[in-house]
Every structure is written in C-alpha cells, then in structure tokens.
C-alpha cells in the first residue's frame, strides 16, 4: 500500500472553501450554441465534461444541453442578460445554490475516493463532471493532476466538508 | 453495485449515479380523454415485468440529467445495452445475431 | 514454564521480542508475530472455550481464519471490547486483553457442560421439538434458557469509540490470496503494467510458502523467494499489497468488497487512526487465488482440545516456532499429513503413530515414517478420545474389509487431523459461479462463471506449491491479457514440493453404537453426524433443509470447515452421490465483519446528511427546537424560558394573527421553469391554468400524478412571459423535479423551456400577520407595498435591506403575508434586518409547528399529511383548482376512472370535538358507531389535530368516507379507556371568507 510521507509542514491533501463568484446555468438546444457562444464571448463545449475556458469565463458541459458558466462577480449583471431575446434558452443564477471546496495536493485522488465511486484517474485535467460524495450530487472538475473542485449544494456542503477533513486527516496519518 | 453506460455521456459509471425509471416504451397517448377505462387501465398500472430481457428507463439523475433505455436480463441483472431516449426499441434477435 | 513449546529459533517470530498480554486474567508472554493461538499454544494452552450448546471444552483446530472453536472476547481498552474474534487471526501486543467465552463459572469447571449429558434433548431440530411444549414455557422457561445456554460471547453494550472509514478503488487486477498462487499472480499482472491489488487476510503475504520452508524456489529457500518477490511487488509502482485485508463479498461486475484491519495488531494506535477501512473496489479482471482449506475428520471425541488439523499443526510449527504437544498422533486420508508428521518429528515431537484410513500408502512415505521411528497404521480408523480437558489418548482400530476390529489405545496430547483439502470457493460462489464435482480431484471445483474472473492454484483442485505458482502465473497473465496488455507466463524451478492425494471420507468407521458417537461435523453449531443422519431419517432431502434443520454450517465460520463433510453424511444418508446432493449456497462477507466496517463514514452525524438553511444558526442561537423535515432540520417552534412546546406555539400563533411573526420557508422547493413553452409547460403539468396568468402575479398549483392522485403543491409566481418561479413541498423538491423533468424530456422534448433547481440559491423569510407590510414597507425598495399596487397573490423583483430579491404576496396564514427571497448567502442578513425592524410590533419567531397550526385554522392542506398518495383533488376539496378549459394535464384523465368517480370516497373534512379541550390523536380511526362489534368498521382517520389558540379550542381534519354529506353529524373515535365524540364541519376555522387577507 502506498503510503503517504508524514509531514506537517506539507500534508498530503488540503481542502478550503472558495469564495463565491458569479455562476450560472445555462440550458438552450444546440442550433441556439453559436448565437450564445458569440453574445457570450465564451465558447460551449459539446461534449459532456469538456470545459472552455476564456479570458475571464468558464464553461462547462455537464448534459447535452447544459452549461455551467463561471465569471468574476463582477460580470454577473453582464452574463444575466447577454442572451435576452436571442434564442429560447434558460439562464438561471445559481452563484448562492453552490458551495465550492478546492482539494489540492498528491493525496486528492485518494481524498475523493472516500465519497465517489468514479474511477477518478479516467477524468483528465480541464474536464469535469456532475457525480455523486457519499450521496450528495455534486460537480466535479479536475483542475490540475492533483487539484480538484468540488461543488455542492449549500445546505450540503457541511456534510461533505466533514467528511472532506475527516478524510484529509486519515490520509495524513498514512495508514 | 452496477455499472451502467450512459448513451449521452458515453461512459460507463457506477450505480449511485442513476435512478430508475420503470418499463420503457410506454408512451404516454397523445389524447388521454379519448381512451376507455380499459385502455386508461392498462397504460397506468399494466407492466410486463418478464423473468429475463427487460426494457427499461434509466435516469443518469446525478450526471448529466438525462433519461435513457436500457435492456436488461432481469435474471443475471446484466445489462444488454443502453440508447438514448427517443430511439426505436433494438431488435434482440438481430443484436444477438451481430454478436455471433 | 514459560513458552515450554516455543521451539528456539524457529518459525518467523520475533523472538527477541516478547509481547505479554493476558487470557482470562493470567498474564501469558507470546513473541512478536504471534497470533493469541500460537502464543497460547507456545504456553501450552489448548483449552479456550466452551462450546455454543454442550459446553463441551475446546481448543484450537485451525491456524487461519476458518477457525471454527476458539473464539474469544478481545478488549482494547474502555468500550473496545469484541466477541468471538477467532484467536488464530488475532496478532498478540503487550496489554491486549483475552478472555475465554461461554463458561460460568470458570473455563475449567462449566455448569453448563451438564448439556452434554442431555445431549439427546439438543438433537437436530431441537428448537422445534423440545420446546414447543407446553407453550405456556416458551416464553418464561424455555427461551430464557437457551438464550443463557446457548450463544458465542457476549455482546458490547458500550457504544464503539473507534471510528472506521470507506473508499472506492479501481484496478485491473485484483488478486485475492497472497500465497504462492496470488504472488505469481500478481507478479504476472503487476510486470505487463497493469494497475494490481493483491490482498491478503494474514497479518504477513506469503500462505502455504510460511509454512513450508524446505521448499525450494528458483534456487532460493521458499522464504527467500517470498522476501525477493515481495521487493519486486512493492517496487513496481503499479503494484498495492494489502496485507489483514480479508475479501469479504464478491458482487456484480467484479466489485469486490475488501475489509482492512488498520489497528487492531497494534498496541498505540496513532491517534484519530480509523480501525478498520471498508474498500469498494471495482477490478478489471479478479483472480482468486484462496486456496484450499482442510478438512477434519468426523469421529467421536474429534473436539477434544489437543485434536486439531494437521496442517494447522504445520502452521504453528513453521510460521509460529511452536510444537503444538509433545506427543502427536496422526489420523489421515490423505498424504498431506505425512508431511506434517515428518517435520514435527524432526523438530523432536514424538509422533507415536500414522494413523491411515487407507489401505495403501506410496512406500516412499511408510518408509520415510519407518525411518523416523513412527507406526504406521494404514487402514485403521480413529473410534474415540479421552481427556478431559485436552486430548490424553486414542482410540485406533483396525478395518478388515469394512469390519471395525477392536481398539487400542494409544497416549498422546495432541491428535493431527486430515480428511483432504477443500478449495475455498466462497468469492466465487457470491457471483452465482458454479460448482461440479470433480471425481479425481475428490472435492467441487468451480465451473461456470458469470463475472471476468480466474481461478488459480489449490482453489481449482491444484495441490503442490509448483502447480500453484504455475497456475497463479497463468491466471494473471490471462487477467493482463484480457485487459489488452502482452503479460509473459513466469517459470518456476520448485523443489522439494510435497504434492499428494488422498481419499474423501465421509465418518470414519466405528465399532461402537453410531448412536452415541459424538463425531462433530460443525463445531461452532454443536452439530454431530448423527443429527445430519437423523435430519435424513426425518425427512429433510434438500440439503438446505438438512441445514436448516440441523444448523450445520449456519454458523460464524459459515461452515468453512463443516459444509463438506455436512454434505458426504447427508448423501450417504440419502443414499445418493454428493454431487447431485449438491452444496449450500455461501453469501458474503467471508468471514465475519464489524457493523463499524460496514458503516463506514456513516455513523453519528454522519448517519445521515443533515441539511440546514442560512437561518438555521439564528434559530441555534435563539434556543429554538428542530424538527427533521425530509433531510433538512427546521425550527419546530421557539419556547421562552419557562414555556413548554404548548405555550411556545400558542403565544407564536398569537403573535401571528395579532401582529407580525417571521419564520424560516427556505426550504421550500423551488423550481425555476424558463423558455417560451414555459406557460404550455405548466398547463400540461399542473391542474390548474397558467396561460392567461399575468406576469406580476402568482397562482396555487396542484399537481397530480398520472393517476389523479394529489402528488405536490405550491404558489407559482409568474415573473415573465417566459419565466415562472416554481414552489414545492420542501419533501418534494427532488421528486417534483424528476418528475417534470421525465414528463419534459420523454413526452413533450418538443418544447422550449428548461428547469432548474432554485431551492438553494434563495434563501426565504415568510413575514405574516397583520402588521407585516409595517414591518417590511421600510426596508423595500422599487416596489410600491400598498395593497392597491401590491395585492394578494402578486409577485416583484425589487431590493428588500439592501439585497436584491424575489417578493411574494403570499399567506399559508390567512393572513396578510410576504415571502422574501433572496440570495442565499444573505438569507441571515435578511432576516436580521427584517427582525430588527419588526421590534416596534413584538415581531416574533415561529417554528414549523406554528405554521402547521395556522394553516390548519384555514383547512389548507399540507400534503403527506392530508394526503397520503391516495386523494384526489375532490377528496382534498380542490375541485376549484382544476382548470375546466383544459384539453389535458397530468392526471386529467384518471379523475373519471370508475373509482374516482364512485360514491363514498374519503373525503377532508374538519371534525371539532365535543369536549374543546380534546385534541385528537394525528392518526386516529374515525366509526360512526361505537357500539357496533368488533372489529369495528373504521370509516376514516384523522390528518391533521391541533391546539387552536385562535378559537381557544382543540381543531382537526379528517379523511371520513363521503365526509362533506355528513356536515353536522357525530362521529366517533375510539381510544383506549374511552370513546371521543367530533362534530363533522367544514375544514376552514378562521376566516373562511378570506377579509383578512384584503389589508
């Protein structure tokens, strides 16, 4: 069994809250992609779990014809209203439904396999996907090989926070 | 714990990611008034529930939202194949014959 | 005498390493590495425990984990206490505390074993013959009995302070069995790549290569080459080893269930470590490679401590450094034993005697036996033992053409045991793999498989170290193979390997009455062969009923060591060939598992997901009760200091209906609806009409299900042609959702609109009563509150404290009423905001139970508790929320199916008891005679009753068969001690004309 180093300086996995920023969920059929991807200024995957990144915007594909849009805060008012009588399509806040905790670090993998059942190695980095921690749906996205997002629904977020430290903790006792 | 190939995310993942969703290939009639009790009677309530080949709906409900067929052997709890929504239901014998 | 069997030097003990720990309080020094079996054996302790019905002393039979007899309680400090831990798989460290089960008052003087002399009371079937009568006793006598009697250890009543934990793992390759068939195994996978986990149950990989170090592999000492194979295992970056990790369940699509022990052999665990870890491990291809487990043979006195298997004898002789007595007899059908005999006699046990039930045994091993100085007494049988706690001699007789001649006897402390080897098959059996007997191999090997796996090594009836490495090395390169990946069949130069055979024996012959021999077949269950004889002759054919009957095998061990010879008894009673007698079914987990293991994460608050609004910790911090609601937790009411629950919701509902209260809806489901067919949408989900509802403006929805039965309710705000904001039950958020979306996707994809899941991103604050605009008109910007602009059912994008929000003139009070919504995160803010400003107007908190009070004043229904899955709209008195026009909507139809339609359907009704001050019973049977005889013909039952603190009386609802044609009638609820009397009426109390609502 691999173990992981002990040190307190560097534990092997860490996991924090990120503070909110603007996201969206963005639903519309794929003849309505490039009018949106052009008032967006975003590209729209179409594949699911394939993720788009642009100067200041993310999108990621998480159904055939849904989008996650993350932006700063700041261009919120801006994404809200950017498709208004373009073509049918629902855009819906939901910046405050989501909590996002950011796992880093060599035991990530580990980490996220106490709650999810996926085979995690398979995701590549840049992509994501909506799954299950431990029974609470979530979102999430492989950042780097060992940093991960994770996003869930607010009033589970301190669930799968606990269970997120609980876990951190044993493998940094290395057993 | 099953693993199940969603036909929209073109993945085999695990169980806890989907619901089920009964008997598929019943469609809802386009004018509901228009049928007798009898015909209401078996739309509602009448399944097949065979020992063997099932059709079946799926719902990869914490992944990408979508329901889905499937066929499953409701004896081994194998599952044949899954497709999309919408699509005809696959001929078995043809299927089993491609494999041979 | 301490350690007077420990052989210097031998075994792979630590032995400048001593470990004290103590058994039934005496204090006994093992070595490193020894299991409490070895260590207690090293002592010369054979004596553990006392058996489940007879009480008949015990020992140790086996050196792994099939260990049937010696069970013991281990303790790892306060509430670390665990029963029936099997003490050859329990790893000794200094303070580890061991008791002996089973035995009152002591191990060696047991009261109980007086039911060994009754052993004809507990006979097969005893439970259902011996105390059914009279059955007067079965509940004062007989029970209470057996339960002292009988039973394995005691239970922990303490609850578990150890935490345990779970995670998923993927691999190619999953080996299960680190002995010499899983090392090649895994050594094959593991060089062609692929990703590969070999587990082993044993504190230490190795198997068999532990016990049988003369072996000789590739030129290298059989230990040698476990130490080099291991170095490369660990070394290739694509290799797990788990070592105490026990296989426990073998599932669908090669998902195997694993359970590592992380702590138990140790004596300072690091602090917060999990004591064990459940792995859910889902594996390309899985080889097991489990080996095979020995068999005892079945002849009277086989329990005795001292009488244990030879190979187990073997075990603790090579791996432990211990002779299990100084004077070892042999009883064999097979070769295997001969071997163990050889080696015992080397280390200086006096072997006095070969005892083989065969008639011919190769010359080679009679001469190797001469040569050591034992008999050899070939077609002889075992008839008997005596000692009394622990083997003192043996019965031998010889057999001459199926006659038993007379016995001698012959002294020993100790009496080795072999019947052949069964091949442990368990995993395999869990995926509904099959077995067929194989004649030359003498036992069932696996035949067909229904999952991607291979079978390696003793486990398919291969004896010998050599075949098994070859076989192990075939079967993972089969396993890589099949994943893609080019894997090379390792060869192996073995010398010096003991293969054999032998012959299946079913019990060994007798000269004595067969009906007095106590020959046990399943030692942990106290089952003889004669009770399987008798089950037979009693008429159980199956051999699930013979099990059932008798118990064989349904113990911890699940009849490891039991089933098979169950099974040859059995047949020969039923005069069939085993095969077609077949075996029992083995179900997972292999061996036993904790309830911590099992749970995992889950335990305490982890249980369940506990979800809790933005507000919940305002209403922590005001002392408020809570209430679970699906998952979430909310505020049940807010009692004062001195106030119990009843005074709490009366003064809340005063505050109400005289003033303002605030109260905490976020948990309200809600549904964004949105896209130009949002409006179609709805007409076809809902029961009522949404075309020509405004934008501004709100509407209580009704959704039913396909077959007319109320399913959901809500107020639905229209906030734009094209944008509709959905309320749920705050139980049916996640089934409303799933429900549209099955009706979106796979009846209607045609149309244009999308749903999305609100529920979280707005966080609620219902502010009611008759002075709420007061409260709220300050703090709103950009809408104008008044009555006139802002009426009853109207709906507004505007900012309230500074946040922008979603305000909703709603009531479920009756009276005047806003909802405000607004970002979650500033649900708190928010709500702060508005109870700072209410403070002018006595603004008061209110919980779930007041709500449910208020709304019940107003016969608004609240389904689930109203309804119950089997109420239609006109049940419910909801007729007006159907939308006449309407072509269709879900469940339209089903409202004229003939029994929707029929005469005398439960109908809501309220009921007000005669006497004010009753309140009913939630749940109560309603009959309109109380003297009719019973059972009495209930004709509904009671949904909702409260304390109304509006009328200064008690309120309730009802669901009565045709209840609104029996407006004014009495009915009557029957409860203990006494009859209650309830007036039938409408269901609306305060108000029913609605003029509070118009303020």
Request: proline share 6%; aromatic share 8%; net charge neutral.
């Amino acid at each position: 069994m691999t173990a992981h180093p002990r040190s307190l300086a560097q534990p092997p996995v860490t996991v924090e809250v990120l503070p909110p920023a603007a996201r969206f969920s963005l639903r519309l059929r794929a003849e309505a992609r490039p009018v949106a991807e052009t008032a967006l200024a975003l590209p729209l995957p179409d594949r699911i779990g394939r993720r788009s990144v642009g100067a200041t915007r993310q999108a990621i594909c998480l159904g055939p014809d849904e989008w996650w849009i993350d932006a700063p805060a700041a261009e919120a008012d801006a994404i809200r209203s950017a498709l208004d009588g373009l073509v049918p399509h629902a855009l819906v806040e939901i910046t405050d439904r989501e909590i996002t905790f950011q796992i880093d670090g060599p035991g990530a993998l580990d980490l996220l396999a106490i709650g999810i059942a996926r085979d995690l190695s398979r995701l590549e980095v840049g992509r994501g996907a909506r799954t299950v921690f431990d029974g609470v749906q979530a979102v999430l996205v492989r950042e780097a090989e060992h940093r991960f997002t994770l996003s869930v629904w607010r009033s589970f977020a301190p669930h799968v926070g606990e269970l997120l430290e609980q876990g951190a903790r044993e493998i940094a006792l290395g057993l | 714990m099953l693993l199940i190939h969603c036909p929209y995310c073109d993945d085999t993942l695990p169980e806890p990611e989907f619901a089920y969703a009964g008997e598929a290939h019943i469609a809802r009639p386009a004018d509901p008034m228009a049928l007798s009790d009898e015909e209401w009677k078996n739309f509602l309530f009448i399944r097949s529930n065979p020992r063997g080949t099932h059709y079946e709906r799926w719902r990869h409900i914490h992944g990408c939202g979508r329901f889905f067929n499937a066929i499953r052997d409701t004896v081994s709890d194998k599952f044949v194949m899954t497709y999309r929504a919408g699509e005809p239901r696959p001929n078995l014998d043809a299927l089993k014959e491609a494999a041979e | 005498m301490t350690q007077a069997f420990r052989i210097p030097g031998a075994g792979r003990v630590n032995h400048a390493k001593a470990v004290r720990f103590t058994f039934d309080g005496k204090i006994i020094e093992g070595r490193e590495g020894d299991t409490v079996a070895s260590a207690l054996l090293a002592n010369g302790v054979h004596l553990l425990g006392r058996s489940f019905k007879y009480h008949r002393p015990r020992g140790i039979v086996s050196a792994g984990s099939e260990e049937p007899n010696a069970l013991v309680g281990t303790s790892r400090g306060p509430g670390r206490f665990e029963p029936n831990t099997r003490a050859t798989m329990q790893e000794v460290w200094d303070g580890l505390t061991v008791e002996s089960q089973n035995k009152w008052p002591s191990l060696a003087f047991d009261v109980g074993a007086i039911n060994d002399r009754l052993y004809m009371l507990f006979s097969a079937g005893f439970y259902y013959k011996t105390f059914m009568w009279p059955r007067s006793f079965w509940d004062k006598v007989y029970e209470p009995f057996i339960r002292r009697a009988a039973g394995l250890g005691k239970s922990p009543t303490e609850p578990d302070p150890d935490h345990y934990t779970s995670r998923n793992l993927h691999c190619d390759v999953l080996v299960v069995g680190g002995g010499p068939a899983g090392l090649a195994a895994a050594l094959a996978a593991g060089r062609s790549g692929a990703q590969t986990v070999l587990v082993d149950e044993h504190a230490e990989l190795g198997g068999t290569l532990l016990s049988e170090p003369g072996v000789r592999i590739d030129g290298q000492g059989a230990w040698g080459w476990l130490e080099t194979t291991l170095a490369e295992l660990r070394a290739l970056p694509n290799v797990r080893l788990m070592s105490r990790t026990t296989a426990i369940g073998y599932y669908h699509q090669n998902m195997v269930g694993l359970c590592q022990k992380l702590t138990d052999h140790l004596a300072t665990p690091p602090e917060g470590a999990p004591r064990e870890r459940l792995w859910r491990v889902r594996a390309g291809q899985v080889v097991l490679a489990q080996g095979a487990i020995e068999k005892p043979l079945v002849f009277d006195g086989n329990d005795r401590p001292g009488v244990m298997l030879a190979g187990a004898a073997q075990t603790f002789f090579q791996r432990f450094g211990v002779k299990v007595g100084t004077r070892a007899v042999v009883v064999t059908s097979h070769d295997s034993a001969w071997h163990t005999a050889f080696d015992l006699a080397q280390a200086g046990v006096k072997v006095a005697a070969i005892v083989d039930i065969r008639p011919q045994v190769s010359a080679e091993l009679t001469a190797r036996a001469k040569a050591l100085g034992i008999e050899v007494l070939a077609s002889h049988t075992v008839t008997s033992t005596t000692g009394r706690l622990r083997v003192a001699s043996v019965h031998v007789n010889r057999v001459r053409n199926g006659h038993v001649d007379p016995w001698r006897s012959i002294d020993c402390d100790a009496l080795l045991m072999c019947g052949g080897w069964t091949p442990s098959l368990h995993l395999f059996s869990h995926t509904k793999g099959s077995l067929a007997w194989d004649a030359q191999a003498g036992a069932f090997l696996p035949d067909r498989k229904t999952e991607e796996c291979h079978i390696a090594g003793a486990g398919r009836g291969l004896w010998g170290i050599a075949a098994a490495l070859e076989d192990g090395a075939r079967a993972g390169a089969a396993a890589a193979k099949a994943l893609g990946r080019a894997a090379g069949v390792g060869s192996f130069a073995v010398e010096g390997d003991r293969t054999g055979d032998g012959v299946v024996v079913k019990e060994l012959p007798t000269d004595r009455d067969p009906g007095k021999a106590k020959a046990f077949i399943d030692f942990q269950n106290d089952v003889t062969a004669k009770d399987i004889r008798l089950a037979v002759r009693e008429g159980m054919r199956s051999i699930e009923h013979v099990k059932r009957y008798t118990t064989n095998g349904m113990a911890t061990d699940q009849g490891k060591l039991s089933n098979i010879n169950g099974l040859m008894v059995a047949a020969d009673a039923l005069g069939k060939p085993a095969p077609e007698v077949g075996l029992t079914t083995f179900r997972p987990p292999y061996t036993p598992t904790t309830f911590g293991a099992l749970a995992g994460l889950r335990r305490g608050r982890h249980f369940e997901v506990t979800r809790k609004t933005p507000i919940d910790a305002w209403a922590e911090a005001q002392g408020a009760v809570f209430e679970p609601v699906s998952l979430w937790r909310r505020a049940w009411y807010f009692p004062k200091a001195g106030e119990d629950m009843h005074a709490a919701v009366a003064r809340e509902c005063r505050a109400v209906r005289t003033s303002v209260g605030l109260f905490d809806a976020s948990t309200l489901g809600k549904i964004e609806v949105m896209g130009p067919d949002a409006a179609t949408f709805l007409e076809r989900m809902y029961t009522n009409p949404w075309a020509k509802l405004q934008p501004g403006r709100c509407r209580y929805g009704l959704l039913l299900g396909e077959d007319g039965f109320i399913r959901d309710d809500g107020v639905i705000g229209r906030l734009a042609v094209d944008k509709f904001h959905v309320t749920t039950t705050t139980g049916g958020a996640a089934r409303v959702l799933n429900m549209m979306e099955d009706y979106l996707q796979t009846e209607w994809p045609d149309l244009n609109v999308w749903l999305t899941s609100t529920t979280e991103q707005w966080a609620v604050v219902a502010v009611q009563g008759p002075n709420a605009r007061k409260v709220l008109e300050p703090l709103v910007e950009g809408l104008d509150l008044s009555d006139a602009a802002f009426p009853h059912m109207a709906v507004a994008e505007c900012t309230v404290a500074g946040f922008p929000a979603r305000l909703f003139r709603v009531s479920f009070t009756g009276e005047l009423g806003f909802e405000v919504n607004v970002p979650a995160r500033h649900g708190r803010a928010l709500w702060e905001a508005i109870w700072a400003a209410g403070q002018a107007h006595g603004i008061t908190p209110y919980g779930t139970e007041t709500m449910h009070v208020l709304r019940a004043e107003k016969g608004f229904i609240l389904v689930g508790q109203d309804t119950d899955g089997t109420v239609t709209p006109g049940d419910a008195g909801l007729d007006w929320a159907i939308g006449k026009q309407k072509p269709d909507f879900v469940g339209k139809r089903s409202l004229q199916r003939p029994d929707i339609v029929a005469k005398g359907r439960k109908q809501l009704v309220g009921l007000l008891t005669e006497d004010p001050s009753v309140v009913l019973e939630e749940g109560a049977q309603i009959v309109a005679d109380p003297n009719q005889p019973l059972p009495m013909t209930m004709i509904g039952h009671v949904t909702s009753s409260y304390w109304s603190e509006a009328l200064g009386r008690s309120i309730a609802m009802a669901l009565i068969e045709g209840g609104r044609d029996r407006q004014g009638e009495t009915l009557h609820i029957p409860m203990p001690g006494r009859t209650l009397r309830a007036k039938v009426t409408g269901t609306a109390f305060v108000d029913p004309e609605g003029q509070r609502l118009k303020v």
